[in-house]
């Protein structure tokens, strides 16, 4: 019971307080008033909930929002997402360069999927000068975490001899 009336007050108390520019719409009201007051973990999980679409069809736009905003603060999960929708244009102008800032920043806290698409960065020349030797370095410590895309690059570059 006593949980219950924390929670009632802290409600309470957060609500009203901050005011987003993007309205939050999911049935977890909560979840709305801790996103909107900057809980870094609230806002991706809103973002996730928006770009998967749990609640509706997916909507890109604000899963950029409150993906960017956790992403800010520093939320490693937040940092990939971002920079995987500039990547692929989703719920924002495709922007190469800004995905592979999002992917060193989400890489120094040691995210697996963001040394991978470094790698492929890289291995393209997409947002940075293509590099064969730094692409195959990525996709090395990909490979190590298990990533069986990186596994398959980096294999292939044992085979003609890039690394």
Known sequence: ????????????????????????DVSDKLLCIYAENGIAKSQIE???????G???????????YWGEKAALSGDVDAQTMIGEMYYRGKGVEQDYSKAFHWFTEADKQGDD????????????????????????????????AGRP?????YNNSKEINLN
Do not use: H, Q, W
Request: aromatic share 16%.
């Open 1 to 24: 019971m006593k949980r219950v009336l924390m929670i009632g007050m802290l409600t309470s108390l957060l609500s009203g307080c901050y005011e987003s520019e993007v309205p939050c």
């Open 46 to 52: 809103l973002a996730a909930i928006y770009y998967e």
């Open 54 to 64: 749990d609640y509706s069809k997916p909507d890109y736009n604000k899963a950029f």
């Open 113 to 144: 999927f963001a040394k991978e698409m470094l790698g492929v960065m890289y291995y393209d020349g997409r947002g940075v000068d293509e590099n064969e030797t730094l692409a195959y370095e990525y996709f090395k410590k990909a490979c190590e």
């Open 149 to 153: 895309f990186s596994c398959s690059r």
